[in-house]
T-cell receptor, first 112, second 113 residues
Framework: QKEVEQDPGPLSVPEGAIVSLNCTYS??????FMWYRQYSRKGPELLMY????GNKEDGRFTAQVDKSSKYISLFIRDSQPSDSATYLC????????????FGKGTSLLVTP | NAGVTQTPKFQVLKTGQSMTLQCAQD?????MYWYRQDPGMGLRLIYY???????DKGEVPNGYNVSRLNKREFSLRLESAAPSQTSVYFC????????????FGEGSRLTVL
């Protein structure tokens, strides 16, 4: 079993919908939690970053971390066609050189 | 700002051939990483270098070697390519004010026939 589990989708929603993306993990040593966005044929880019349990909001994006349940979420409000991409959750253990452990990624399509 | 630069962007090899993927970053980051990305498998860590002069194995190191040539450059070598190494390879460096943020290159698409 991988340390990070993520439903690969694909997920298709109409423009304006609220999107919920989720990951679970098994390693209690993970301390940093991130969401990366990857457009087709591009490298991943950091979207959201959290360290502690709770919510963090940035514009239309909200990242949520529940360390007790080992569960993280990304919410996208008022989704736009430009949000169509693959979203990867990632987490790291500082004692392992900050090497990120990625989920498999969820493919999201927002249709006009 | 170039960020993380990978070369080549595309490469086709025959089984048994060797090649080196080059990576350079201009952000003065200490740590650098090589990942491979395969459909349905996500990103998997091959090797990483926490600092100049050190390298460590990741999740899938077999069939690869790495060299941290200096602080800027981290290369990945396939000594005898196999079809199972057909993948997209990403180099990344660790930085950012937030810690734990990886900056990725654009990727190198490798096909082994």
């Amino acid at each position: 079993q991988k340390e990070v589990e993520q439903d690969p989708g694909p997920l298709s929603v109409p423009e304006g919908a609220i999107v919920s993306l989720n990951c679970t993990y098994s390693n209690s040593a993970f301390q940093y939690f991130m969401w990366y966005r990857q457009y087709s044929r591009k490298g991943p880019e950091l979207l959201m970053y959290t360290y502690s349990s709770g919510n963090k909001e940035d514009g239309r994006f909200t990242a949520q971390v529940d360390k007790s349940s080992k569960y993280i979420s990304l919410f996208i409000r008022d989704s736009q066609p430009s949000d169509s991409a693959t979203y990867l959750c990632a987490m790291s253990d500082p004692n392992s050189g900050y090497a990120l452990n990625f989920g498999k990624g969820t493919s999201l399509l927002v249709t006009p | 700002n170039a960020g993380v630069t990978q070369t080549p962007k595309f490469q086709v090899l025959k089984t048994g051939q060797s090649m080196t993927l080059q990576c350079a970053q201009d952000m003065n980051h200490n740590s650098m990483y090589w990942y491979r990305q395969d459909p349905g498998m996500g990103l998997r860590l091959i090797y990483y270098s926490a600092s100049e002069g050190t390298t460590d194995k990741g999740e899938v190191p077999n069939g690869y070697n790495v060299s941290r040539l200096n602080k800027r450059e981290f290369s990945l070598r396939l000594e005898s390519a196999a079809p199972s190494q057909t993948s997209v390879y990403f180099c990344a460096s660790l930085g950012g004010a937030r810690g734990g943020e990886l900056f990725f290159g654009e990727g190198s698409r490798l096909t082994v026939l």
